[in-house]
């Protein structure tokens, strides 16, 4: 099969998810639903890029196929940042300040804790990536523990206030922020569309890359904030679902033979929307909203991690 | 040979720690124009951390490296990239790339990934130079060590720098593959007057082909000198400490240092 023509069918299937997601069970005339699927159906596709493009450019930097942002802690940050909100004003939050307005202080925030995560990383003295993942991974864990324990002090009504963000939900998604969150992502995608050739040199790894002329440490500095407005923008719209990227970035790695970024990222933001679509179809019309869709991923993500596991090990010995 | 023309590339006393350890101690030199120059020396001798200091990929913590004339940390990474190239210990990168794209990298420095006609016929060029002609659609994971070591090759020499810089190319390299690398080097010098820096292990390797020899021990430069002057039993003892058996057969010297 050509890339070619798996490339359409990808996109064909996913305008069949699309449209059957917006369609299903319901009369044309009956505009009112039509819209509320159509916003839900924008907010699953600018979530699925985010989370897609997010995983494929972290995996670069790291040079890892089996990492996602999730594992630097960028969802533990943002958590934090909206448990420290309701803790401070109270169930008056998002009276106090809009919801635009956190959801831009939350990306300051989470820009400063990328410049704090490359600091550590490329500081005086240069350390390793797996020092760098480690650091994420302790200071992740950090703060899921610090944001618990505020949990714990906050009144239960509030604490409802931030469980929207904790778990993933496109049923009760945040869709205020949709435009916002949209531009932002447009933002980020445009400056990585324009830089992906960056990401192709940077695949061959930090030695190789400053030999043809790239300034690798500016690079992955620029690119972890892309990072950082991505993940901010999925866990503010669902919660935390970069472990998706996990799934959708290695299918794309399987299904084409390509290192080209501008393609890579084209094919697994689609890969992650057609998931996502389908994840959601499968919960409302045919479990009738008995599970979540985020289960319904992590089990498929799971097998496929096993699966991925047991090939890797095979090809090493 | 024009022996009076300034050597390109000069390092002034420089010094590297790792943590505390001391592993160049102010050292000093520069790499002869348009020859071949080995750096040998025993384990962490400081070899490599050297040719990565002088080739910009670490930061000295004291001392220069000049280049044309000019501190190598003012330049610009794109306008150095045209002049100098450096690569290190084959890494087993799960690359998806065909022979073909990892060489097109090599124009990354000149076409920013808008390969032109030029460009494409410099990736020719560098693909038939380094006999990979029948390899170029082949994907880069599926290649032997040797093979994937000639495509790397093959993409410093697209990159067409005057100066190229290798840190132990013929790791893990059989017999042929190794003579095949070192003979590709050795007409990148004669035939399109590179100047060559290599880090290698085999003495036998640096004694066939290069032309100078650089020996580093302790952090230190203790020979810099012509191939011959170095192939030397009583310096290859100071350089590493075990007996050597020079024997000459039509003008080459082969170092013989088995159960001696």
New interface residues.
Partial sequence: MGAKFKFLIIVALLLLVGGSFILYGVELTNSYSIEKRSIRLLSMLVVGISVACSSVIFQTIT?N?ILTPSIMGYEAVFILFQTLIVFLYGDKAFKVISQQENFFYAILFMLGFSLLLYFLLFGKN?RSMYYLLLTGMVLGTLFMTLSQFLHVLVDPNEFSIVQNFMFVSFAKMNTKLLSVAGITMLVALIYTGWNA?YL??M??????A??????YDKMVRRFLFVISLLVSVSTALVGPITFLGILVTNLT?ELF???KHRFMLVISSLVACLTLILGQFLVEHILQFSTTVSIIINFMGGVYFMYLLWITRKRIS | MDNTEKNKLEFETIAKYYGKKEVLKDVSGSIANRKITSLIGPNGAGKSTLLSIISRLIKQDGGTVSFLDKELSTYKGTDLAKKLSILKQSNHLDLRLTVRDLVSFGRFPYSKGKLGAFDEQKIDEAIAFSDLMNLQDTYIDELSGGQRQRAFISMIIAQDTDFILLDEPLNNLDMKHAVHVMKTLRRLVDELGKTVVIVIHEINFAAQYSDRIVALKDGNICYDDETAKVIDPVVLKDIFDIEFDIIERNDKKICNYFNL
């Fill in positions: 040079a196929r240069r050739r192709d040199v695949a061959l790894g930090r030695d190789q400053i030999s043809l002329g790239v300034d790695y033979r390509t290192r």
